[in-house]
C-alpha cells in the first residue's frame, strides 16, 4: 500500500530496472521509503517471451543494439568496436560485451578465450599459459621438470593444458626450452 508522500513509510524512490535473458524479458524493482529503509530487489519475468524486434534484419534485437549503443538501422552485426576477435552477432549470440573486449575481466579478450574453448563471462575459465603442463596458470619449475620428463621419452602426444609451442601436437624440445627460458629472466 503507498502512502502519502511526506508521511512515514511512503516511497522516496523507486527504481525499476528491465533486463533480458534469452530473450526472456526480466523487471527488477526496489523501493527507497522517506526514512532511507531500502526493499530488496524484486524480479518479475514477463508471463510470455517478447517477440524480438530487428529493423536492419542483421539478427541481432533491436533492444540490445541500442543498449550497447548501436544504430538498430544499419547492419552492424560484422563490427568489432572492442577489437576482441568477435563479431557483435558473436557477442550477441554469447551474452558478451560488445564494447569491452575482456567482459569477465580476467585479462584475457573473449576471442582468445572463446578460440581456445574457455568461457568469456567466466574469470576462472580462460586459455592456457604457453608452458603450463600442470594447469596451474603458471609456467614454472614443475612444468620444466614434466616437460624434461616427457622429452626423455622422446615426446609424449600433448595432453596438458593445450600448451603446444611450436604446433607440432607434441609436448617436446621447443615446449622445454620456452618453459626453461620463461623460469630463468629475473
Not at 75 to 99: H, I, K, V, W
Not at 132 to 152: E, F, K, R, T, Y
Amino acid at each position: 500500500m503507498l502512502r502519502p508522500a511526506g508521511e512515514p513509510g511512503s516511497v522516496q524512490e523507486a527504481e525499476v530496472a528491465i533486463f533480458e535473458d534469452n530473450k526472456d524479458h526480466y523487471f527488477a524493482i526496489q523501493v527507497t521509503d522517506t526514512s532511507g529503509n531500502q526493499s530488496p530487489p524484486t524480479f518479475l519475468k514477463t508471463p510470455t517471451r517478447c517477440g524480438m524486434t530487428d529493423d536492419d534484419g542483421d539478427g541481432m534485437d533491436d533492444l540490445w543494439e541500442v543498449r550497447h549503443n548501436f544504430d538498430p538501422n544499419t547492419d552492424d552485426s560484422q563490427a568489432d568496436p572492442d577489437r576482441d576477435g568477435l563479431t557483435n552477432m558473436a557477442e550477441y549470440r554469447l551474452g558478451t560485451q560488445p564494447r569491452s573486449s575482456d567482459t569477465d575481466d580476467d585479462g584475457h579478450p573473449d576471442g582468445e578465450e572463446v578460440r581456445h574453448g574457455r568461457d568469456p563471462l567466466n574469470p576462472n575459465s580462460h586459455p592456457p599459459l604457453p608452458g603450463d603442463l600442470d594447469c596451474d596458470s603458471d609456467a614454472d619449475l614443475a612444468d620444466a621438470i614434466i616437460a624434461l620428463q616427457i622429452l626423455g621419452s622422446d615426446g609424449a602426444p600433448l595432453e596438458f593444458c593445450l600448451s603446444d609451442i611450436d604446433g607440432d601436437g607434441r609436448v617436446g624440445l621447443a615446449e622445454t626450452i620456452h618453459i626453461l627460458r620463461g623460469i630463468s629472466r629475473p
